[in-house]
């Protein structure tokens, strides 16, 4: 009787066809990811090109100074699911960066093919894109809440991915590379309070004070890692921010109505706004010791003295003492002596806020009161606020009077920023 043979398959015929089954997959895998990449490149390239399209039909129809729509709340481009746009425009030219599932590309107003990459100060999508450089370490890009607006010059939408865990409550603020702070900051949420010593951000208790501007420096610095006293480019970052909300705004449109200028009521934090990406930053009213009406912040720019400004290199108010802050400047907001140093002017490119620049100083926008006296040396520390008086008050006011290092009253606190 002879031996049976088998009709199943060898090893090395098993692994044969395994081996082709892997190749015949991997091809199809990446025939798969092939169609599906040109399908995501088509997608975004479609909304960039009916993006580029909506812009000049907007160019054709518009009877106002500038031929693009403002900011991208009046672009009103229609996008694929996904698709997320930043959008940067002057009166007459525009870029667009559309982001969608990791991919990047843009056009302008000079140049409407879609390109791979981002506008200049754009930010790349987080998952990196085909060209994007991954974000500093630290940083994320900053969301942006529900009917936000981010169009102000320098605006980078990058925030740190953290805040300190000490000193109570931090919120993050969006960059903005006009006030040299591309990358965004921690800040705390409310001027401190003194709690066991710390300077503690927090919805209860006295405000720390009184206190002169070299004991804030100290306790801001104590709170945690690498903390400081809040600086006057910090102060310009989150005062512009909320400048650009239309939701601060008495009359739901930037530019239109007021911004508030304080709180009459007795509730501690006083007054709100809204950044750009959805967090809230508070500020006291009144001149009772639950309040910090005036904050102390420092100034580090050119001639910067211990965060002070001497007499000499103050700008010069338009009568004795003071003046409506705005009727000043010329170059938005620079300080005269110095350049790269902001302090003063909201409209940052955006002319729905020019008629506030000569406004009476009941709009929430600003006040100048300065020590300004030509060739003296001494020094003067910068307070921000004077919520307590509608008259003086609003986000960009600014005293520069009796505020020297040994200065202190009950109405001035700080906070710490990061």
């Known amino acids: 009787m002879g031996i049976k043979k088998s009709n199943g398959f060898t090893i090395v015929e098993l692994l044969i066809i395994i081996v082709i089954i892997g190749i015949l997959a991997a091809i199809t895998i990446v025939a798969f990811n092939g169609v599906t ?7 975004i390239q479609s909304d960039l090109s009916g993006a580029t399209t909506e812009l000049e039909m907007y ?38 960066t559309a982001s969608n599932s990791g991919l990047d590309y843009y056009a302008s107003s000079s140049n409407r093919v879609p390109t791979s990459g981002v506008c200049v100060n754009h930010i790349p999508s987080s998952s990196g894109g085909n060209s994007a450089p991954a974000l500093p370490a630290g940083y994320q890009a900053a969301p942006v809440a529900s009917g936000a607006s981010t169009n102000f010059n320098g605006y980078a939408a990058v925030q740190p991915i953290t805040c300190p865990a000490n000193g109570g409550s931090w919120i993050k603020v969006p960059g903005n590379s006009l006030y040299n ?24 208790g006295n405000k720390w004070a009184p206190i002169t501007v070299p004991n804030a420096i100290t306790a801001a610095g104590a709170v945690d890692t690498n903390t400081h006293l809040f600086t006057e480019e910090e102060w310009m970052t989150v ?23 304080g709180s009459s009521t007795s509730t501690h934090g006083g007054v709100s706004f809204t950044l750009s990406n959805g967090q809230a930053i508070y500020f006291d009213t009144g001149s009772g010791s639950y309040y910090s009406s005036n904050e102390w912040t420092c100034y580090t720019g050119p001639s910067a003295s211990n965060c002070g400004l001497a007499a000499q290199d103050q700008p010069k108010p338009g009568n004795a003492l003071y003046t409506d802050q705005f009727n000043l400047f010329t170059s938005f907001g620079a300080l005269p002596t110095t350049s790269g140093y902001y302090y003063g002017d909201p409209r940052y490119g955006n002319n729905a806020l020019t008629p506030f ?12 009161r300065s020590s300004y006296a030509a060739g003296s040396g001494t020094v003067f520390n910068f307070s921000r606020g ?3 008086g509608a008259a003086t008050s609003g986000l960009f006011s600014l005293y520069m009077y009796t505020q020297q290092a040994s200065f202190s009253h009950a109405t001035y606190g700080f906070r710490a920023a990061k």
């Open 59 to 96: 160019s054709l129809k518009s009877s106002s100074t500038s031929a693009y729509p403002s900011n991208i709340d009046d672009a009103n481009l229609d996008a694929s699911p996904g698709t997320v746009y930043q959008y940067t425009a002057t009166s007459n030219s525009y870029c667009l």
């Open 386 to 388: 004077a919520w307590n």
């Open 181 to 204: 702070k591309p990358n965004g900051f921690c800040v705390q949420q409310y001027a401190a309070a003194n709690v066991g010593g710390v300077a503690t951000s927090q919805n209860t």
């Open 357 to 368: 620049v000569t406004s009476t100083r009941t709009k929430g926008l600003g006040y100048l």
């Open 239 to 261: 005062a512009t921010n909320i400048a650009a909300q239309a939701s601060n705004w008495s009359g739901g449109a930037v530019g239109n109505g007021t911004l508030s200028t």
């Open 37 to 43: 990449m040109k399908a995501r490149v088509a997608v």
